[in-house]
């Protein structure tokens, strides 16, 4: 990531995930873990974007979690349990990514992007 990345405080993220939800619900998403123990690797391409929330209650207060698929077989939830960054940054040709770090997890980078409408007939 650039100099264009924005990085999010964390006061801001109950705020900014909900946000950010509804602006690229629907968007394609695909997922990539980084880490020097995992390599770069696919968690999940081509889905759907459905959401990311933030844990406000129970033991999993703090923890940041996204939503991908639709319901059945394609869709997935991940826990990424103790985050400690977290930042977006918006290609010139429309790509959002957004990284994610945490505490004992590769890093994680979803990138998203909307799909182009169609010109009509």
């Given amino acids: 990531m ?3 990345t924005q990085e999010i405080e964390r006061g801001e993220w109950a705020a900014f995930a909900e946000r950010f939800s509804k ?3 629907g968007a394609t998403a ?3 873990a980084i880490g020097s123990d ?3 690797q696919y968690a999940a391409e081509n889905l759907p974007f459905v959401g990311m929330t933030l844990e406000s209650k129970g033991s999993a207060a703090g923890a940041l979690v996204l939503m991908l ?3 059945g077989v394609d869709h ?3 826990l990424i349990a103790a985050p400690q960054s977290l ?3 918006v290609s010139p040709g429309g790509e ?3 990284e994610i770090k945490a505490d004992d997890e590769p890093t994680l980078l979803l990138h998203l992007q909307t799909p182009k409408e169609l010109p009509n007939p």
């Fill in 69 to 71: 698929g639709t319901e």
């Fill in 2 to 4: 650039n100099n264009d």
């Fill in 30 to 32: 695909t997922l990539e």
């Fill in 96 to 98: 959002t990514v957004l």
């Fill in 23 to 25: 602006k690229h619900e």
């Fill in 76 to 78: 997935m939830e991940r």
């Fill in 87 to 89: 930042r977006v940054h």
């Fill in 38 to 40: 995992v390599g770069d």
